[in-house]
T-cell receptor, first 116, second 111 residues
Framework: KAGVTQTPRYLIKTRGQQVTLSCSPI?????VSWYQQTPGQGLQFLFE???????NKGNFPGRFSGRQFSNSRSEMNVSTLELGDSALYLC???????????????FGEGSRLTVL | QQQVKQSPQSLIVQKGGISIINCAYE??????FPWYQQFPGKGPALLIA?????SEKKEGRFTISFNKSAKQFSLHIMDSQPGDSATYFC??????????FGTGTSLTVIP
């Protein structure tokens, strides 16, 4: 069974640009959540989508947005990039969503974004 | 505000020794406490998890100890091996809400 796939794995952008990251969850999983990982801050929750609806949202500015498609694939977008947005962005999928509270989050390998 | 506080930030242990990582939380609504293990270049993977109705859970060499009154929980790795060298994250959540992760502990097991 294929795992969570994130693309691209690495990308470099400059301040002011925007970026779109993609996540394909494990087949059958309906929930996709996104996290930002930076040294010293751990994993910061961005948002969660379940059946194309955003159900939970973390404390990030409106420049960070996401969506989920009918096939459960998800994208996140960051507009007007800032230097501080440099991070590893992780996508996690689960079959039941955060509401099921099973802890069974399956993470992808992440998209490493560098903002110059 | 960090919902889950994790310590130490880094840990070096001799092969065969015991690795102990501690986490503390404030929100008494949390009812699920997983630990994730992350190797370089990989995403985190669920290692072991506990719910507050038990004080300890053991899976192989990995044990979670949970102290509800102190609002603390810890991961113990017995007989630590070089292959255990990774970053460990504790987390907490309450039903229907997001996971809050600790800041991570980088564990190095010296042969």
């Amino acid at each position: 069974k294929a795992g969570v796939t994130q693309t691209p794995r690495y990308l470099i952008k400059t301040r002011g640009q925007q970026v779109t990251l993609s996540c394909s969850p494990i087949s059958g999983h309906r929930s996709v959540s996104w996290y930002q990982q930076t040294p010293g801050q751990g994993l910061q929750f961005l948002f969660e989508y379940f059946s194309e609806t955003q159900r939970n949202k973390g404390n990030f500015p409106g420049r960070f947005s996401g969506r989920q498609f009918s096939n459960s694939r998800s994208e996140m977008n960051v507009s007007t990039l800032e230097l501080g947005d440099s991070a590893l962005y992780l996508c996690a999928s689960s079959w039941a969503g955060l509401a099921a509270n099973t802890g069974e989050l399956f993470f992808g390998e992440g998209s490493r974004l560098t903002v110059l | 505000q960090q919902q889950v506080k994790q310590s130490p930030q880094s840990l070096i242990v001799q092969k065969g020794g015991i690795s102990i990582i501690n986490c503390a939380y404030e929100n008494t609504a949390f009812d699920y406490f997983p630990w994730y293990q992350q190797f370089p270049g990989k995403g985190p993977a669920l290692l072991i998890a506990i719910r507050p109705d038990v004080s300890e859970k053991k899976e192989g060499r990995f044990t979670i100890s949970f102290n509800k009154s102190a609002k603390q929980f810890s991961l113990h790795i017995m007989d630590s091996q070089p292959g255990d060298s990774a970053t460990y994250f504790c987390a907490a959540s309450s039903s229907g809400n997001q996971f809050y992760f600790g800041t991570g502990t980088s564990l190095t097991v010296i042969p």
